[in-house]
């Protein structure tokens, strides 16, 4: 039991790391390491995409389990 729960906390993990890096290609587009937001659009765009994709994350999770 203490075995598959860590084996699904390492696999949350590193789904975690790969919507962090999906999220970073969309919003970082030079590579540059950072986000800048420059407009109030700017800031409203980000936030959409953030609540997007953690809530697919969030689905993922729920279905796989």
Known sequence: MLSAS???LSKLKE???EYASLIMEELDPENL????VNHKFNLQM?????????SSFLNRLIVGS
């Open 46 to 54: 980000m936030i959409k995409l953030l609540v997007y994709l953690c």
């Open 15 to 17: 789904q975690a790391e």
């Open 33 to 36: 390491g950072y986000i800048e």
């Open 6 to 8: 860590a084996n699904k």
